[in-house]
């Protein structure tokens, strides 16, 4: 079997996207798994494609399991990790990077531009559901 996940663009404007992922596992969890391909992202109104993005703001809700969100490159860079451990139960928040122009990808060797997202502890029935609000970087 396999964790059941699903990606959800809420908004995905000129300089703004936001974007929901969730994930109820049956305890394979996951592993690098890109979440967000700026590829794919709405372009400028010129057509010039968005690079990078940066992280704004995190919402989380996660149960019995942490997740990194990762930024992509050769070797994955860790950018936040939200959630707890099996003993802490369920952990929520609200991550606001605004204030310092939010959280900048690290550019590292063989970026891509991309999220990745890795569970850690994750065991079946744990879950989490997570929003993103990202700056787009063209």
Do not use: P
């Not at 990762?70 to 609200?94: L, R």
């Amino acid at each position: 079997m396999a964790d059941a996940v699903t990606s959800q663009t809420l908004s995905d404007g000129d300089r703004i996207a936001v974007m929901k992922f969730t994930n109820i596992s049956d305890g394979s969890g996951e592993s690098s798994v890109e979440k967000v391909d700026v590829a794919s992202l709405t372009t400028k109104a010129d057509g010039t494609a968005c690079a990078r993005v940066h992280i704004e703001q995190i919402w989380y809700d996660v149960g019995g399991m942490r997740v990194a969100l990762e930024w992509n490159a050769t070797t994955n860079v860790v950018a936040a990790v939200v959630g707890g451990s099996a003993a802490a139960g369920n952990v929520s928040g609200h991550m606001d990077f605004r204030s310092f122009g939010g959280v900048k990808n690290t550019v590292a060797s063989g970026y891509n531009g991309d999220i990745d997202l890795t569970t850690h502890g994750h065991t079946a029935h744990d879950h989490y559901t997570i929003v993103l609000q990202l700056r787009k970087s063209y």
